[in-house]
């Protein structure tokens, strides 16, 4: 039985550019259906790794999403305050490990600063910082990660959520001292200085919370102002759900920032899926215009493949010389468009992660291989027509072109 390689290699090798463009064109259509997956992927990881250090969060009555977003996120978002009395009876109350008030308003140079409790910082003694200790007294810093500050260095705080470049301004003659680093956690509290709640209550005028001229940090508090979020990490789960439900009325809410993420996923798997049916749509569109080229490829050969003919080789002989070429052409963009498209990913995935503040790992993953092989097949057998259609074509008409 006679090898159609060599008709279909020799033709490859006689145009190559255009081989190369076409294989390349389906190689960024694969591709891009690829890094929609994995980007998506990793935004939902990222997104649920956020949550895992928030059992409970509770602030004052309105939108349990904004008080996710703004308390775990650390989005900008603005959030009425809840009552000091209610935290102090959310403090009091049986089934709490540890609860920690959150408090917003300042930052450094774009990077938050975060009023918090020494037990937020160390996850009720669960993490130690990766360098120095956790603040001890009033204006002490623990910062992320990602703050370019070092142990030892002062800082100055300034109003609202100042950009990078701006100077900050409001807090003069009102400096933190860094004490420690906290190691990466892939969230946004990796940008975030963490210092004690008293210390921003002070700053605003609020008081230390204590009463008197008492300087302690942390609690009980016999004054504590109002509050934007409280973290509250609960005994048991069925401590949780009696938690939630207790103050979820009246002049608080409380939400798992697990279930405020469930319809969020599920409105980005939407988008997701809106997004990788257009790349694919547009898969389908270069995939045509890839059978249109070979066709006028074909055609425009198609005195060579009557020579063929001519010289006793048969139509399924012709037929299988162009499938071939269309095959390799389709299979070395399909292959190239992989990790293609996985590079795509990650590029794409380290821009989403610094837009969202979140560690957006956009790896490769097994399923990122079905709709491009699932692809490449539906390609080979459409390929077969234009194949087929040349090996049944009249010689003598080919042969007098």
């Known amino acids: 039985m006679m090898n159609p390689w060599p008709v279909a290699g020799a033709a490859l090798r006689r145009r190559p550019w255009t081989s190369a463009a076409l294989a390349l064109l389906v190689a960024l259509a694969v591709a891009l259906g690829v890094a929609v997956g994995a980007v998506e992927r990793g935004v939902?990881?990222?997104?649920?790794?956020?949550v895992v250090g928030f059992d409970l969060v509770v602030g004052a009555a309105g939108s349990p999403t904004q008080l996710v977003l703004s308390s775990v996120f650390l989005r900008p978002e603005a959030i009425p305050l809840m009552p000091g009395t209610r935290l102090q009876e959310l403090l009091a109350a049986p089934g709490v490990r540890?609860?920690?008030?959150?408090?917003?308003?300042?930052?450094?140079r774009g990077y938050p600063v975060?009023?918090?409790?020494?037990?937020?910082?160390?996850?009720?003694?669960?993490?130690?910082?990766?360098?120095?200790?956790?603040?001890?007294?009033?204006f002490e810093a623990v910062v992320g990660s990602a703050v370019p500050?070092?142990?030892?260095?002062?800082?100055?705080?300034?109003?609202?959520?100042?950009?990078?470049?701006?100077?900050?301004?409001?807090?003069?003659g009102s400096d933190y001292t860094v004490v420690g680093r906290l190691p990466p956690q892939g969230t946004a509290w990796d940008r975030a200085i963490l210092v004690p709640i008293e210390s921003v209550w002070e700053l605003h005028g609020l008081g230390m919370g204590h009463g008197g001229d008492e300087t302690r940090i942390g609690p009980p508090w016999v004054e504590p102002p109002g509050v934007p979020a409280v973290a509250?990490?609960?005994?048991?789960?069925?401590?949780?759900?009696?938690?939630?439900?207790?103050?979820?009325?009246?002049a608080s809410t409380a939400v798992f920032p697990a279930e405020v993420l469930v319809p969020l996923l599920r409105a980005l798997g939407d988008v997701r899926g809106l997004l990788a049916g257009m790349a694919w749509g547009g898969f389908a569109l270069v995939l045509a215009a890839v059978f249109?080229?070979?066709?006028?490829?074909?055609?425009a050969r198609r005195r060579d493949f009557a020579v063929l003919r001519a010289i006793g080789a048969p139509p399924g002989y012709v037929a299988g010389a162009a499938w071939l070429e269309a095959?390799?052409?389709?299979?070395?963009?399909?292959?190239?468009?992989?990790?293609?498209?996985?590079?795509?990913?990650?590029?794409?995935g380290m821009l989403a992660g610094g837009a969202l503040d979140l560690q957006v790992a956009a790896q490769p993953d097994w399923e990122d291989a079905l709709a491009p092989v699932a692809a490449l097949a539906v390609?080979?057998?459409?390929?077969?027509?234009?194949?087929?259609a040349m090996g049944r074509r009249p010689v003598e008409a080919d042969l007098r072109r």
């Open 44 to 50: 939902r990881r990222g997104s649920i790794g956020a």
């Open 98 to 108: 540890w609860a920690s008030p959150i408090g917003f308003g300042d930052s450094w």
């Open 114 to 138: 975060v009023g918090v409790t020494a037990d937020f910082v160390t996850r009720g003694g669960r993490r130690a910082p990766a360098s120095g200790r956790i603040f001890a007294a009033p």
């Open 149 to 172: 500050l070092k142990d030892g260095e002062e800082f100055e705080p300034g109003h609202g959520h100042t950009e990078q470049d701006e100077a900050p301004h409001g807090h003069e």
């Open 232 to 250: 509250v990490t609960p005994v048991s789960i069925a401590d949780a759900y009696r938690l939630r439900g207790q103050f979820r009325s009246g």
């Open 292 to 299: 249109l080229a070979l066709s006028a490829n074909f055609l």
């Open 327 to 348: 095959g390799t052409i389709l299979g070395l963009g399909v292959t190239a468009g992989l990790p293609l498209g996985w590079l795509m990913a990650a590029g794409a």
């Open 379 to 388: 390609g080979l057998v459409a390929a077969a027509l234009p194949a087929l």
